[in-house]
């Protein structure tokens, strides 16, 4: 954490001095109490994709943003608890990463229970794995509420300079774009009409009372039955899911041993139940498989309580028992598949001509089934796609086409997990072939195990891979770092600071601030001598006018304030001195002036932990890795390729006035 | 973290249910706004003994707490900054290491600057080291602001059941002992007198108002001009100090390139510098020494400014420079060593016939030079010592005469910490030796640094060792285990937890809860075997008339509510099956009568890491290890010595009714 650059600063440094506006004075931009006629963004819904959508604006105080949401005020309970290593690392660069490890339930193994082979009305367990393989994140695969990932979200927000808080109890009752308007720019082209719903709650107004809002981005975070799809006429194209499961979080007393470990159980006629151990040490959710409902039957109809639940989960789980002593929320559902063809409201033969001013994010656009964990992890990574381009479009960094990328990179995600979840719900709900008794749809045990195994990257959330575009390169010099994969996330690796020597993550540099990245790796030679690469580039960087840091950087900000660079140098820490290193890398920051030591880093020469080994990094030549502000790489680059660096952000980015 | 034990509760684990009280329904014991007549502990002076010991308290509703302090309001700014390592374990079992660890600057090396050989006129390295030595703790040493941990103490008393609060503005101007009642137990013989002085700031009453409250026990953890030792009669001996030094926390700009280490810089002439790298990557404290004072001279006589600061650490860092942007908070002071016969009200010769009422600690009892930063944390872990004690007591667990080890125990680590605080000064302020000018005082750089490095464990607060006593044992059986050592902090190592495979600190579950732990480490043998040592070690404690867990748990509470026994196995965690393992380490609790799965832990195989070879435990025969509620190693005992672990607890614990 880097905090007193422009002066002491007493109390908690997570929490932003709240910046006041103009025609408010006194008053920090977002208090709650009242929608402004025009914002730059409304989002709708208070959901994980709205809510890490709102955080990552809200850091931004000239950005004007709002969100919505048609419940009464927060979650409290259920929902969501899955929490992938790739969604941790977002957390981290969100800043509350370190809250979740404490709170939460780690997946640390993975248990598997068939039928047994002996007596196949009794399960028995076959398998036992790690969930996680090693080196995949330096963060675990965790379980935690949803709604305490909505407080920490809501916590950000609420210590930023915007001190943003979600307006509750409104919902979307119409919503227009203007197509004069639309590519205008510093127009707000879409006028959304809200409804106060729960007006004793609320204490605004009249219930039924209408705000009129104008935005000029407005994004539906707004869930499956999202009002902002509808209105762009959009659709959830999918199969209607004809397999019932039920969800329980309980505290029960149970002698099943691996009620403390992820486990799948598989019963011979009973059904399936997959238990996920909950943070607190006690409480544990089901997933208990309810059976293949009729053609167009609804779950709903076959009203369902939690005795049904209890009681199959019994039927599946014997020999053990299990005795509920406390429901803490439940509910029932059917797998169902959908997917809208584009998220935002320009229609495929319309890209050239049309710029984007409508999205929507998470399950407003893609759901499926929970089984995975992976619903409100990909959520939150859409938003956090969006977000930064939003920002930087906002904010007169980039140009507005890179809002084309957002749908086109995550309905592509969305696509691919549509896929990945058809076969593992059939799959899991498919019977275990057991040699007394098999039929067609029956599946091996040991090949579903081998499936659950091979998509651990996948259901990890490390594989996604953007194509390229003008945001993310072709691999052409991929083999200077054969780790740090374009288009995937930047995989951290530690490092030892030089100027202070702490053990530190790489990755953790890239916070979710807006910032693009450049890290610097060094080749063989002394980064201090007079004609090394990192010297080279550091004089191309700070002064060439042809520099990206110098035609972006707006005039007075830090130099590090639209990319900030990093360099990565190959000698233990102890061997390079300080001051022998290129001043750019001990820039001069914030109103005194003050040197930030933070921009430099040694390998850490544990076994096994040197970044240039466990990254694939060129250590004859070194190379440049671009990424992006969401951590996906953008680009990797000779050291000397200053004009393909100079030409890759000149793709999408605005030269400052 | 566990929770949710007694049912499922929305809403941040942290943050407890407040208990109300019979006489105020409808609102926590202790809100602020008014003192009671009558409390079971008050607290003399917000400082960090004053407030570790306060929320320490605060987590047993059933103790009436309150916390006064003279100042208007929490400090924001100044003072300590130094937490040791041992004090980042005790921060980890109130519950916020993880908020020092992501916040505060980790001291990972130290630098020692002397004159040049070459040029005695300038300043240049002679020696960098670790500043910790590896596997010391599984915490760094880190430098935070005093005013932030004074911020956790408070977040920890306000998310407790009591929502403890200070009372600021609130000056002790009376303390008498009934010596009549001193003895009684369910009386109050405290009387103390308190006068407001800050009306406007607390608005509680006028100016100089004066309350009266009686209380069972007073600890005094008002500073160096303690109150309430004045009142006790008691005197800091020592020497009054006559080496002058002053302290800035500053935003500066300098070409000295360890300014992101610890640095300790020993110029020809000028004097000295103590360079610590603060929080939040630019500010930094700089101790300076100003030179020896006359005989009865007083620092506050020399007009000392900034201005004379900031040239002298200029003068010293020759041939570097610093410009200094802002001053975050300075001070001026002389080195003096002082310290207190006892830290309590009974005289030596009365310690037989009279229990303790009134106690101090911190700078109450001790005071030296903030050098070595150890004033803080020594200070703390006064307060850590007596917390659990005067709970112990006032809960009816254990005999009051406990309460005089307080004394015995910390007035000797205070006694070695002020020998060691004056050597170490001395050598600090002295000139180096330097070639071509030396006089009888000088020290030899190296032997500085030698020192320096000798006394690592010391000042990184793992060396300290209570005496035997009643409730620390003789070392009889320490063989068993030789790394655990009697006296001394429970050194944590990593472990698995059996039931979810998690790799956690052994040492983390002993929390700041005021409970005893007893430690199972099993012998060779197979620990579900129907004789291990283990199983037969349940037996006794669950069954025997003799156990301490009979004897001293109340009836309804959890059976390790006063005793929590955990057991480490010697077996790799998958090769052994939890349902195999005695029930006993599996306890049903709460309300529900709920598992407890988090009692049985096996040993961590990576290199290095098996904690039976690192904390050098008898692998053949297992042991136990009784750990105190401070984390102090109580007892080591045979696995089967029954009847000794009997008469350890029935020497000082008190049977229930």
Redesign the interface.
């Known amino acids: 954490?880097?905090?007193?650059?422009n002066?002491?600063r007493?109390?908690?440094?997570d929490v932003s001095e709240a910046v006041e506006v103009a025609d408010r004075p006194g008053q920090p931009r977002q208090q709650p109490g009242g929608i402004p006629e025009e914002v730059d963004v409304l989002i709708v819904g208070c959901g994980p994709a709205g809510l890490a959508l709102a955080a990552q604006l809200a850091v931004f105080p000239d950005i004007k943003t709002r969100i919505v949401e048609q419940k009464p005020g927060p979650l409290?309970?259920g929902q969501a608890d899955g929490v992938a290593c790739r969604t941790m690392e977002m957390f981290h660069a969100y800043g509350f990463g370190?809250?979740v490890?404490?709170?939460a339930?780690?997946v640390?193994?993975t248990t598997f229970w068939n039928p047994s082979e002996t007596n196949p009305q009794k399960i028995s367990r076959s398998r036992?794995i790690q969930d996680t393989e090693d080196g995949l994140s330096e963060f675990p695969h965790v379980i935690l509420n949803q709604?305490?990932v909505h407080?920490f979200f809501l916590d950000i927000m609420r210590q930023s300079p915007s001190q943003l808080e979600p307006d509750y109890a409104r919902r979307v009752v119409g919503l227009s774009i203007d197509a004069s308007e639309r590519n205008g720019g510093a127009s707000h082209p879409v006028t959304v009409t809200l409804e106060l719903i729960d007006a004793e709650h609320a204490d605004l107004g009249p219930e039924g009372q209408i705000e009129t809002i104008k935005a000029r981005y407005v994004v539906g975070c707004d869930g499956a039955r999202s009002s902002v799809r509808r209105a762009l006429g959009r659709v959830l194209h999918g199969d209607s899911g004809n397999q019932a499961w039920g969800v329980m979080?309980v505290?029960?007393?149970?002698?099943f041993?691996?009620?403390?470990?992820k486990s799948v159980i598989h019963s011979a006629h009973e059904g399936s139940v997959l238990i996920i151990?909950?943070?607190?040490?006690?409480?544990v959710r089901l997933y208990i498989e309810l059976g293949k409902l009729n053609e167009n039957e609804r779950v709903s109809s076959k009203n369902i309580t939690t005795d049904h639940l209890i009681a199959a989960a019994q039927r599946i789980i014997r020999p053990y028992t299990m005795e509920v002593?406390?429901i803490?929320?439940w509910s029932v559902y059917e797998i169902a598949q959908g997917l809208c063809d584009k998220f935002d409201d320009v229609p495929v033969d319309e890209e050239a001509s049309r710029l984007p001013h409508v999205f929507i994010a998470g399950d407003a656009c893609h759901t499926h089934s929970p089984k995975a964990g992976q619903g409100m992890n990909v959520s939150m990574r859409d938003s956090f796609n969006l977000g930064w381009k939003l920002a930087s479009v906002l904010r007169g960094r980039s140009a507005p086409v890179v809002l084309h990328t957002y749908s086109a990179e995550r309905q592509a995600v969305a696509k691919e997990l549509i896929d990945f979840d058809r076969e593992f719900s059939k799959m899991f709900s498919a019977s275990p072939t057991i040699s007394s008794d098999s039929d067609g749809d029956a599946v091996d045990p040991a090949g579903f195990q081998k499936y659950f195994m091979q998509h651990g990257r996948y259901t990890a959330g490390t594989l996604t891979r953007y194509r390229p575009s003008l945001i993310s390169a072709d691999p052409t010099h991929q083999h200077l770092a054969r780790g740090l994969i374009i288009g995937m996330r930047f995989h951290s690796a530690p490092v030892i600071r030089l100027?202070?020597?702490?053990?530190v993550h790489l990755g953790h540099t890239v916070k979710a601030d807006g910032r693009w990245r450049l890290f610097a790796f060094s080749g063989a030679e002394d980064p201090a001598g007079s004609s090394s690469g990192i010297r080279a580039l550091c004089s191309f960087l700070s002064d060439s006018a042809d520099s990206p840091l110098r035609q972006y950087t707006p005039p007075g900000a830090d130099f590090d304030s639209v990319i900030d660079v990093r360099a990565v140098l190959q000698q233990a820490h102890?061997d390079l001195?300080?001051?022998t290193m290129p001043a750019f890398l001990m820039p001069?920051k914030?109103r005194?002036?003050?040197?930030?030591?933070?921009k430099m880093f040694c390998p850490d020469l544990k076994p096994d932990q040197n970044i240039f080994d466990m990254r694939g990094i060129d250590r004859d030549n070194g190379c440049m890795v671009v990424v992006r502000p969401d951590q996906h790489v953008a680009h990797v680059l000779p050291l000397t390729a200053y004009a393909e660096l100079t030409a890759f952000f000149a793709n999408f980015m605005t030269q400052r006035d």
Chains 1, 2 share one sequence.
């Open positions: 954490m880097q905090f007193h650059l002066g002491f007493a109390g908690d440094p409290l309970v370190e809250r490890l404490r709170e339930y780690w640390n193994e036992r709604a305490r407080d979080d505290l029960a007393v149970t002698n041993p691996d009620v403390r470990l151990p909950r943070e607190g040490g006690y409480m002593k406390e803490a929320w100027a202070d020597a702490k053990p102890r001195a300080l001051e001069r914030g005194y002036g003050l040197c930030d030591y933070e």
